[in-house]
């Protein structure tokens, strides 16, 4: 193996998550694996918790951490091929991938979508244009079109919490003041398509994710439909994809509530907005997981890098 | 012990100035104390002698390290209960405090005052948010109400440099062109309420601090009275406490000399405006001791930290 | 040895060189050379390269490595002596430079010119006011007047693909949108002067570099002339340092081109605007150099702290 950019990265998933959580149990027991290897932590965007558990993750392994902030620390990147770069651009993604690969040993990224130009977002420019030019693995911290990180922390917590041979899990959006991105989403849908499970997405009408993506995942435009006997719900905004990065609605009906998540476990990959995506009864309540779901932050970013370490 | 907050979390100042000096004199004997364990610093302000000084003061007792800077690299978390988070909070202390909590074994915070709103700041909402949630020790790198790491550092400058039993130690107020937090004086008087001194503090009339801090401490509003035959003089601003946060004073007067020092020594918390808190001739003087009250912040840390760890 | 400010600083420039390639074959070789030393780095202007290159050499060398951005997460410094700090500036180089010396063994500084007070760039206040007041080793990270560490890579690059006894090296100057720094130029002239080579600095009149600097190197206005039978062609831009800081010229006729280049090897410190200063042809073939001189880096900062830690 050599980057993990997507979910599809993942050769087998159960076997992924059964590591992940053997890490989990013994941190430490790979530090001399990353002995004298580097990770540099590029962010184009802010981060907390993929900042301190790719960090933490690095470290159980033994290796030298850099972070660089490439908008307050450095400079805007060029992506586009044979650009006169006299306007705000300073450096071109062949020169700044190629160099950075050479102080380090994997790259790690992070690189939201615009969410107004969707061709350019699915092109992941920031993504590729490492991945060609910088020549060492490349580790997707959230991109424009996949979270590949969360949602093999996602993986990891179903596993922990399911005890159902084929559990009902449901992706519910939920309303938000902003528009946000589909990676979260995209890669849950992803991930879900290779879990035995009911999985089933609700949303309102023209909230419809990319169909490349979902395929045939069965989607239910009824909430409380979809909500009905789920083990598993997965609450998250994202903008519309159809007119892409537009918020076409905010009702606030498709607020998460106690009395719709019944007896299923809840789960948000954070940060969340409390009465607004959901309300305070659910987070503080014992059906919650959003907190193991990030404390598995650790552990996905863990065994992401240790199998890079294993191959390089 | 487990938190750091306030100089009233030092059960016994003179033992543990003690046992920083011990540790100044051999800052790597500790080195694997704190093998395996990660401090994550947070930020909400800036800062130099803090950041690095906790951050070499961890080093020293071989701790991993990990540093965000909230405002840049994060985003703006709600305190509030219940709040329907539809305006610019991203995410809840409550959420915050316990995933960062998950990835490390220390959380360090750094949060001042906003000297507009008195009730919000005495209510320390980042410290005590953090602190309520984390589960985790919580070392307070300088908060609305409090900058007890500079008070321990003061008290270990002070140990130093004193030779009578019962020295007078003068806080004198100066004038400085912004309005300032009451923090290091606040924690400075605590930390004088635990030593053997005559303790003055002298300022113009409505720069009273927290009476409910200064208790019995002894206010003169006459500079020249208080400073007779002073040991130690430490200046610092301030702004109003009564007329929260407001700049009543700029006069001239009150910025220590050369002349009004006499032989005492100065102490000063850094950064200082030279000419307008304090002139050159002091700054540049043997008298002054700010260039080692600043040293002595890394073995602050360091006996805090160490404490912390041998309890965990 | 104990600072590196400048060319100045190489006692013996092959040695150097021999002794940095060595580096660059084994790099872990010295890992317990910097045991228990750290280096602070702090940055006034934004990094890439020099950020991770620097900290990836001194990770080599074991060293813990603090880093801080002045403008983000601290405050701005006053340099003046006498002055009344009732204006913007918070702290005083004096205390800034004192206390970060005693929170490490090193303190490396990026401070670039500020291309509107030609006085006060070539006094290099900030590197100056440090090299007076840390009391311990500090190194350039690029300043108002040189870019020490690049131009020792440049010559380390220069060295590892050179094959004759006299080589022609031509600087050329470039178009560029931006009004940059003499920097690079300048401490490229410098080493260029410590070597066997016919050396030719090219550019249109009016951007004559600082005479004190390329005392008798030969200066030719006619680019194609300069070019001819050239081994290596170092290309940059900078702004005229007569009309200090003025863009002057942006003759697209100065770019340069894989025709122009001829048979020539292309150097570049990066960031290079692609198709403004140079044609992709150029920095996508075989000739350029580009990506090795950011490779050096690392030894060049790595040969710099290695002599200062064998001097400490």
Same mark, same amino acid.
């Given at each position: 193996m050599t980057h993990y950019l997507s979910i599809k990265d993942i050769d087998n998933l159960s076997v992924w998550v059964k590591e992940a959580r053997i890490l989990k149990s013994q941190p430490k027991a790979d530090k001399n694996l990353g002995a004298n290897k580097t990770i540099c932590m590029l962010f184009f965007n802010n981060s907390?918790?993929?900042r301190l558990s790719t960090q933490k993750a690095a470290m159980n392994?033994?290796?030298?951490? !850099?972070?660089?902030?490439?908008g307050s620390e450095g400079w805007?990147? #060029?992506y586009g091929d044979g650009t006169v770069m006299d306007q705000n651009t300073s450096e071109h993604v062949k020169e700044a991938a190629q160099v950075v690969s050479q102080f380090?040993?994997?790259?790690?990224i992070r690189a939201f979508a615009s969410l107004t130009d969707k061709e350019q977002d699915e092109a992941e420019v920031v993504l590729n244009g490492f991945k060609k030019y910088a020549g060492i693995p490349i580790v997707n911290m959230e991109s424009s079109v996949g979270h590949p990180l969360q949602a093999l922390a996602d993986a990891i917590t179903l596993e922990e919490h399911n005890s159902k041979e084929r559990p009902k899990v449901v992706l519910s959006w939920a309303p938000h003041p902003k528009a946000l991105p589909?990676?979260?989403a995209n890669s849950f849908v992803e991930m !879900?398509?290779?879990? #035995?499970?009911d999985f089933v997405i609700t949303h309102p009408k023209g909230y419809e994710l990319n169909p490349a993506i979902t395929k045939d995942v069965q989607i239910e435009y009824n909430q #409380?439909?979809?909500?009905?006997?789920?083990?598993?719900?997965y609450i998250k905004n994202w903008s519309s994809y159809k007119e892409y990065g537009k918020v076409l609605n905010q009702d606030p009906n498709w607020m998460m509530t106690k009395k719709k998540l019944g007896s299923a476990k809840f789960m948000h990959?954070?940060?969340v907005r409390r009465n607004v995506v959901v309300e305070d009864a659910v987070l503080d309540s014992d059906q919650s997981l959003v907190i193991e779901q990030a404390n598995n932050r650790t552990y996905a970013a863990q065994i992401v890098l240790k199998k890079i370490l294993e191959n390089l």
């Amino acid at each position: 193996m050599t980057h993990y950019l997507s979910i599809k990265d993942i050769d087998n998933l159960s076997v992924w998550v059964k590591e992940a959580r053997i890490l989990k149990s013994q941190p430490k027991a790979d530090k001399n694996l990353g002995a004298n290897k580097t990770i540099c932590m590029l962010f184009f965007n802010n981060s907390l918790r993929t900042r301190l558990s790719t960090q933490k993750a690095a470290m159980n392994l033994g290796m030298d951490v !850099m972070v660089m902030n490439f908008g307050s620390e450095g400079w805007t990147l #060029e992506y586009g091929d044979g650009t006169v770069m006299d306007q705000n651009t300073s450096e071109h993604v062949k020169e700044a991938a190629q160099v950075v690969s050479q102080f380090c040993d994997i790259v790690a990224i992070r690189a939201f979508a615009s969410l107004t130009d969707k061709e350019q977002d699915e092109a992941e420019v920031v993504l590729n244009g490492f991945k060609k030019y910088a020549g060492i693995p490349i580790v997707n911290m959230e991109s424009s079109v996949g979270h590949p990180l969360q949602a093999l922390a996602d993986a990891i917590t179903l596993e922990e919490h399911n005890s159902k041979e084929r559990p009902k899990v449901v992706l519910s959006w939920a309303p938000h003041p902003k528009a946000l991105p589909h990676a979260v989403a995209n890669s849950f849908v992803e991930m !879900m398509q290779l879990q #035995e499970a009911d999985f089933v997405i609700t949303h309102p009408k023209g909230y419809e994710l990319n169909p490349a993506i979902t395929k045939d995942v069965q989607i239910e435009y009824n909430q #409380e439909k979809a909500l009905q006997d789920a083990d598993f719900v997965y609450i998250k905004n994202w903008s519309s994809y159809k007119e892409y990065g537009k918020v076409l609605n905010q009702d606030p009906n498709w607020m998460m509530t106690k009395k719709k998540l019944g007896s299923a476990k809840f789960m948000h990959c954070l940060p969340v907005r409390r009465n607004v995506v959901v309300e305070d009864a659910v987070l503080d309540s014992d059906q919650s997981l959003v907190i193991e779901q990030a404390n598995n932050r650790t552990y996905a970013a863990q065994i992401v890098l240790k199998k890079i370490l294993e191959n390089l």
